[in-house]
């Protein structure tokens, strides 16, 4: 956890994503982590202000009226910023090892997504992940980058069960290394015409890539859409990034007509 910088003054700003309702004179009681990092890391006393956020009641200031090893105590006194949209795609993913899986969480975060969902493939190879680290993963990239929504991390699944029960009319943009399918640009440039305003989810493969079953369950698939990310192969963790800025750019809140996050 660390304070992003503010800008203007070029003195870390404290921003803590909380669970609690926020309003003008809501008073907030921090957990053990955000007490140590508070008390310990940040030296905060009594009086002074941070930031707060809850992905519903847009961002508010705060002042700590109590802090001790153990318990703190804040009040917000002042809204600092109106809730805005996160943009409404998915990120989904075959995890990968824990390094890479951390940052696939914190820039997916930063890019906007509104919920990550990792998945089971044939060629997986980290088949076991914790839960409570993409979470923490995501709250950490949100309070540094003043996101001031945190993505849903949807529990591990199967892609055959995920694909079985997709969500339609959510189209999904498979990102398919053979080649053969348009330039993913094209293929959301093309939707974007359309202006049918679906939402969408970007599935990104393991190392090694889909298998052959799997890569035709998913062609077979009335709700997906076969993109390419160009003639270099990629880390996943790279594709990911590369897939969502070009979703962003063009039917996200990058657009010039949108304005920005």
């Known amino acids: 956890m660390a304070a992003p910088i503010d800008l203007k003054t070029g003195t870390p700003r404290i921003r803590l994503f909380v669970r609690q309702d926020l309003s003008h004179g809501a008073t907030i009681e921090l957990p053990d982590d955000q007490i140590h990092y508070l008390f310990h890391v940040m030296r905060q006393k009594a009086g002074d202000s941070v930031l707060l956020f809850n992905g519903r009641d ?3 200031a705060a002042t700590i009226d109590t802090i001790t090893k153990r318990s703190a105590t804040l009040r917000a006194t002042s809204q600092t910023r109106l809730q805005d949209k996160t943009p409404d795609v998915w990120l989904l993913f ?11 969480v ?6 906007g997504v509104a919920k990550i969902w990792p998945v089971l493939t044939k060629r997986t190879n980290a088949r076991r992940i914790k839960d409570s680290r993409l979470v923490a993963n995501a709250i950490e990239a949100a309070e540094q980058c003043n996101c001031l929504n945190v993505p849903e991390i949807a529990p591990l699944e199967d892609l055959a069960d995920v694909l079985r029960d997709w969500p339609e009319p959510r189209l999904l943009a498979f990102c398919d290394e053979s080649l053969t399918a348009p330039p993913a640009l094209d293929v959301f440039r093309a939707e974007s015409t359309k202006k049918t ?11 090694g890539g889909f298998d052959s079953e799997e890569q035709e369950l998913l062609r077979a698939a009335a709700f997906v859409r076969g993109v390419n990310l ?3 192969i990629m880390r996943a963790d790279t594709a990911a990034v590369a897939a969502l800025s070009l979703w962003q750019a063009v039917l996200g809140d990058w657009r010039g007509d949108q304005g920005h996050q």
Do not use: C, F, H, M
């Open 58 to 60: 847009g961002e508010w």
């Open 94 to 104: 075959a995890p990968i090892k824990s390094a890479r899986l951390d940052y696939v």
């Open 106 to 111: 914190q820039k997916a975060t930063e890019l």
């Open 197 to 207: 305003g679906n939402p969408w989810a970007i599935l990104i493969g393991p190392e």
């Open 230 to 232: 160009g003639p270099r």
